[in-house]
């Protein structure tokens, strides 16, 4: 099946400091990434989704200026986690449609990173 | 509204069959996804279904009832290993980019 590499898989970082996390389709060329944020014991928040070439829908509650995506390529997104916080440590997950894939396609996940502010 | 509902938990013997329960509401419907997650892991996906009815691959079947708003995933032959948390994921609308919703997670224990 396809390939979502994730980057990178562990982060720790300090309070109000920058991260940023990149989403990599290696074998398909992928218009829509979606971002995914999952607290312990809880499951896959939509955060946004990111459309190659034009700015990412972010879901209700997501502030747009503390995470920045960008989907520069058909292969390449990136989130960045800005001026971090202890509340912000959770496990962010991209993944990735194949361009042009039917519905029935699944959704192609990262390995996840996991993102520690101390 | 979107709402997924989900068991949070189960328990089950190795060997045996289970039965995880899914019902959704939701503003679309493009299919519904099951995936399997082990813990600190990025999910695996298991099946999809669209059309009404049961799809079978291997172990693991899945049902759908799109006028219920109903879908089961059963797992056959339980191993010990088929313990993680298994997500139900509706995909929305098209011109949503076709995300999915995620329910909350069922986390299954399989005891000896």
């Known amino acids: 099946g396809a390939v979502v590499s994730q980057h990178p898989s562990r982060v720790i970082c300090k309070s109000g400091t920058s991260v940023k996390i990149e989403c990599r389709s290696l074998d398909f060329q992928a218009t829509t990434m979606f971002w995914y944020r999952q607290f312990p014991k809880q499951s896959l928040m939509l955060m946004a989704t990111?459309?190659?070439?034009?700015?990412?829908?972010?879901e209700q509650g997501v502030e747009k200026d503390k995470f920045l995506i960008n989907h520069a390529s058909l292969t390449l997104s990136t989130l960045t986690v800005t001026s971090a916080h202890p509340e912000d440590s959770s496990f962010y997950i991209c993944?990735?449609?194949?361009?042009?894939?039917?519905?029935?396609?699944?959704?192609?996940f990262g390995q996840g990173t996991r993102l520690t502010v101390v | 509204g979107q709402n997924i509902d989900q068991p949070t938990e189960m328990t089950a013997t190795e060997g045996a069959i289970v039965q995880i329960n899914c019902t959704y509401q939701?503003?679309?419907?493009?299919?519904l996804f099951w995936y399997q997650q082990h813990a600190g892991e990025a999910p695996t996906f298991l099946s999809y279904n669209v059309l009404d009815g049961l799809e079978e691959k291997g172990r693991f079947s899945s049902f759908l009832s799109r006028s219920k708003g109903y879908s089961y995933l059963l797992l056959k032959e339980l191993q010990m290993k088929d313990s993680a948390s298994y997500l139900c994921?509706?995909?929305?609308?098209?011109?949503?980019?076709?995300?999915?919703?995620f329910g909350q997670g069922t986390e299954l224990s399989v005891k000896p």
């Open positions: 939701t503003s679309g419907f493009n299919g």
């Open positions: 993944s990735a449609r194949e361009r042009d894939s039917p519905l029935n396609t699944e959704a192609f």
């Open positions: 994921a509706v995909r929305g609308l098209y011109n949503q980019g076709g995300k999915l919703i």
């Open positions: 990111s459309n190659e070439g034009s700015k990412a829908t972010y």
